[in-house]
T-cell receptor
C-alpha cells in the first residue's frame, strides 16, 4: 500500500533531551513537510523540503532540525532548544509541481514529562 | 505567519442543514485547497481549486474562489453527523515554491 507513515504515534521526552520523529513515504513524492499543531489550533509549518539534500525553514523552525538524505525519508529532530515542544506533529508529502494535493501521516503526539 | 484565516472558528448545525465555511488569504496563490481532520488524526484532502477557477464541485462539496477578494468558501450540503470534523484551507503561494500554508480551521459539529 502506498502512503506516508509517521512513527511513533506517541512520544514522551524528558526536558533537555533531543528526540527524533520519523516520517517515511513510498509515494515517490519530491516535496515533504513538517507541521506542528497545538490543541484547537491550525497547522504551523516547521520545515519543508522540495528535493533530496535541500530543505527550507518554515514559520517556526527555531528549536527544530531536519535532514533529507533520501527521497522517501524526512526525519524531524526536536532539540532541547525548543522550549515548548508538547504538540501534535504532522508530516505530509506531495509531488513537487503545481496544483497537487498533500498526503498526511497520522501524526505523532509528543509530550514533555 | 498564517496565510489562510477561516471563519467561523466553530459551527454547530443540525443534520440535513448546509454548512458554509470561509477562508481569507493575503498573497497571490496558484491554488487553494480544503482539507478535513477528524480529531487526533492526519488531514485528508477534499478539493483543490486553481487560481483561474471560480467554482468547483465534488459530491456534496462546493468550493468558490474570489481572487479579487482573496477569499474562498466551502459549502457542505445536506450535512451528516459523520461530517463532524475540523476543516482547513491551505494556500499554494505563487512566490514560495512548494510551500503549503494552512489556516486556523473551522470546527464543524453536525448534531443528529
Amino acid at each position: 500500500d502506498g502512503g506516508i507513515t509517521q512513527s511513533p504515534k506517541y512520544l514522551f521526552r524528558k526536558e533537555g533531551q533531543n528526540v527524533t520523529l520519523s516520517c517515511e513515504q513510498n509515494l515517490n513524492h519530491d516535496a515533504m513537510y513538517w507541521y506542528r499543531q497545538d490543541p484547537g489550533q491550525g497547522l504551523r509549518l516547521i520545515y519543508y523540503s522540495q528535493i533530496v539534500n535541500d530543505f527550507q525553514k518554515g514559520d517556526i523552525a527555531e528549536g527544530y532540525s531536519v535532514s533529507r538524505e533520501k527521497k522517501e525519508s524526512f526525519p524531524l529532530t526536536v532539540t532541547s532548544a525548543q522550549k515548548n515542544p508538547t504538540a501534535f506533529y504532522l508530516c505530509a508529502s506531495r509531488q513537487d509541481r503545481r496544483n497537487t494535493e498533500a498526503f498526511f501521516g497520522q501524526g505523532t503526539r509528543l509530550t514533555v514529562v | 505567519s498564517q496565510q489562510g484565516e477561516e471563519d467561523p472558528q466553530a459551527l454547530s448545525i443540525q443534520e440535513g442543514e448546509n454548512a458554509t465555511m470561509n477562508c481569507s488569504y493575503k498573497t497571490s496563490i496558484n491554488n487553494l485547497q480544503w482539507y478535513r481532520q477528524n480529531s487526533g488524526r492526519g488531514l485528508v484532502h477534499l478539493i483543490l481549486i486553481r487560481s483561474n477557477e471560480r467554482e468547483k464541485h465534488s459530491g456534496r462539496l462546493r468550493v468558490t474562489l474570489d481572487t479579487s477578494k482573496k477569499s474562498s468558501s466551502l459549502l457542505i450540503t445536506a450535512s451528516r453527523a459523520a461530517d463532524t470534523a475540523s476543516y482547513f484551507c491551505a494556500t499554494d503561494q505563487k512566490t514560495s515554491g512548494s510551500r503549503l500554508t494552512f489556516g486556523e480551521g473551522t470546527q464543524l459539529t453536525v448534531n443528529p
